[in-house]
Nanobody, 123 residues
Framework: QVQLVESGGGLVQAGGSLRLSCAAT????????MGWFRQAPGKEREFVGV???????YYGDSVKGRFTISRINANNTVYLQMNSLKPEDTAVYYC?????????????????WGQGTQVTVSS
């Protein structure tokens, strides 16, 4: 059974940092793009960023310059380093794995999803 498990969420003050992790079990995704999305209450799920299997990175406009995605293929784990956090970053953050070639920036481009981890940024 394939599972993606996010961790590292929590409460942080504005300007602070958090690092989220996403550990995959059940299969390896070393040659697959891995993405991060977020969903705030009452809003649609939003693309945060994606990392290709060779390390190429693409980010949503709202997080560029503040968030960084990385991966350790040997551990089948992807990370999201979030710096300079703002209250508007408050959301449930999800990681996702894409089986097809290439990268995706929309929800339906991904095949597996984690359960999400809550990030709350206080002002």
């Amino acid at each position: 059974q394939v599972q993606l498990v996010e961790s590292g969420g929590g409460l942080v003050q504005a300007g602070g940092s958090l690092r989220l992790s996403c550990a995959a079990t059940g299969r390896t995704f070393n040659r697959n793009a891995m993405g991060w999305f977020r969903q705030a209450p009452g809003k649609e799920r939003e693309f945060v960023g994606v990392i290709t299997w060779v390390g190429g990175r693409y980010y949503g406009d709202s997080v560029k310059g503040r968030f960084t995605i990385s991966r350790i293929n040997a551990n089948n784990t992807v990370y999201l380093q979030m710096n300079s956090l703002k209250p508007e970053d408050t959301a449930v953050y999800y990681c996702a794995a894409r089986l097809a070639l290439g990268v995706g920036m929309v929800e339906n481009a991904y095949d597996y999803w984690g359960q999400g981890t809550q990030v709350t940024v206080s002002s």
